[in-house]
């Protein structure tokens, strides 16, 4: 279940961190960040943790959480490859 925060006119999903907790320990999200947001890690943290960064509430967009859910499926693709080259 996501949870959604209304923000002015944009509504934001707070609650990424609980929906990724199986795989969350696995990943680096610092490249995630890099690479697929062009943001800083800190910036990427503190929407995973449902704050914005002044230490109110935030989180993802809908077009952020698109862009997580994107890099996850290219990343998973990019798994895939890697292991049927072993």
């Known amino acids: 279940m996501e949870i959604?925060?209304?923000?002015?006119?944009?509504?934001?999903?707070?609650?990424?961190k609980k929906q990724l907790s199986d795989i969350y320990m696995k990943i680096?999200?610092?490249?995630i960040a890099n690479d697929y947001f062009q943001k800083s890690p800190s910036?990427?943290?503190?929407?995973?943790d449902g704050i914005d960064g002044n230490g109110g509430r935030?989180?993802?967009?809908?077009?952020?959480?698109?862009?997580?859910?994107n890099a996850l499926i290219d990343l998973s693709y990019r798994i895939q490859a890697a292991?049927?080259?072993l």
């Not at 959604?4 to 990424?16: C, Y």
């Not at 935030?58 to 859910?69: H, P, R, V």
């Open 4 to 16: 959604i925060m209304k923000a002015g006119d944009r509504a934001q999903v707070v609650d990424v």
């Open 28 to 31: 680096t999200w610092r490249e």
């Open 43 to 48: 910036w990427f943290y503190h929407k995973l």
């Open 58 to 69: 935030g989180g993802f967009t809908k077009e952020e959480l698109q862009t997580l859910k």
């Open 83 to 85: 292991a049927n080259r």
